[in-house]
């Protein structure tokens, strides 16, 4: 595996994470990576193994919120025969398997306060029984845990086990969000640009315009590196294939036609009526410009919502399910003014 295929960025944030990666990675303590959702933890984790001298062991991955409390036991420390109905034969966990390698724990902190117990006993001493069982098993496992909340809080509320946070956190690694790594922007952009044009099999990319870097740039980006691979892959499906990206849609959620979001006083947008106009053909009201209608019909919605939520920006974009971003980015396109005349 090529780690520094995925792995891509030049800014100083992004490096830095780096360099504490490569550095810890030869240690065979365990480490916690913190990170919002789409910042790449699954990536570092994976650098870390294959930088460590367990790069030639197995790197096994387990989701803790993916499985339910019994069944994560199973899956963690294995079951003997007849330990519960259907066990039929000894199953061997993931710590077995993960003998002299690393396991990835990711969204640790959703694991009960009874798992985590035991947790705590196999990283400290190596230690620990299938379900079912009497036999002590001892394996060499490096434990590396990830989370996108706030662990010290968890356990101050008694929420995480405090003992089994200080055993983990010998480092913590936490991950730049991509708001952090605006520089970064345009490289991952580009990458995924080019995934999508082969994907697409089209024989070039015909790049970013400089207006569409700038949105890009400007976004805040709330799903990260994920939500931004999202975003680019759909813009460029939809850009004919001899025309610079200029356009992106960050929230394909986002329609005139979408159920109204109801604002933080309860209050909901009066969605106004489509203007249409006669073209006494078929006898039925239709608009001659579909296109002219449309934007009339968002730029009406746009002032009369301001106007509802006394031209509070967020308030506004709230009740149109719309994020802050957005809602600028529409204002700037209709020329709407955001200040109550």
């Known amino acids: 595996m090529d780690i520094h295929q995925k792995l891509i960025g030049q800014s100083s944030a992004f490096l830095e994470t780096l360099e504490r990666v490569s550095t810890v990675a030869p240690l065979s303590k365990p480490v916690l990576i913190i990170g919002e959702r789409g910042t790449g933890k699954e990536m570092m984790v994976e650098r870390l193994h294959f930088l460590s001298p367990r790069w030639e062991n197995v790197l096994v991955k387990v989701n803790c919120a993916a499985l339910p409390e019994t069944l994560l036991e199973s899956e963690l420390f294995g079951y003997e025969a007849g330990a519960f109905t259907g066990a039929g034969k000894r199953h061997a966990g993931r710590f077995e398997r993960a003998d002299g390698g690393s396991l990835f724990l990711d969204e640790i902190a959703s694991m009960s306060l009874r798992l985590q117990e035991k947790l705590l006993r196999v990283i400290e001493y190596g230690e620990f029984e299938r379900v079912g069982g009497d036999k002590t098993l001892n394996v060499d496992v490096r434990v590396v845990g990830a989370a996108n909340v706030d662990l010290p809080a968890m356990a101050a509320r008694g929420e995480f086990r405090a003992d089994l946070l ?20 345009p490289l991952l952009a580009e990458h995924f640009a080019l995934g999508m044009t082969r994907e697409l099999q089209r024989p070039y990319f015909a790049g970013f315009t400089d207006e569409g870097l700038e949105q890009m740039q400007a976004y805040p980006w709330e799903g990260n590196v994920r939500e931004l691979k999202n975003v680019v892959e759909r813009a460029v499906y939809r850009t004919p294939a001899d025309e610079p990206v200029s356009e992106f849609e960050f929230d394909p959620f986002a329609s005139p036609w979408k159920p109204v979001a109801v604002a933080d006083e309860g209050e909901a ?33 746009l002032e009369k919502a301001l106007e509802q939520h006394r031209f509070n920006q967020r308030r506004t974009a709230q009740a149109l399910g719309l994020t802050y971003a957005q809602l600028r980015g529409y204002l700037k396109k209709y020329g709407i003014s955001a200040r109550n005349p």
């Open 269 to 301: 947008v009066d969605v106004p009526a489509p203007v249409a106009q006669d073209n006494n053909v078929t006898g039925v009201d239709v608009p001659t410009d579909f296109k002219a209608h449309m934007r009339a019909y968002e730029q009406n919605l």
């Open 166 to 185: 200080d055993r983990l956190s010998f480092d913590v690694i936490t991950l730049p969000p991509l708001r952090y790594r605006k520089e970064d922007i």
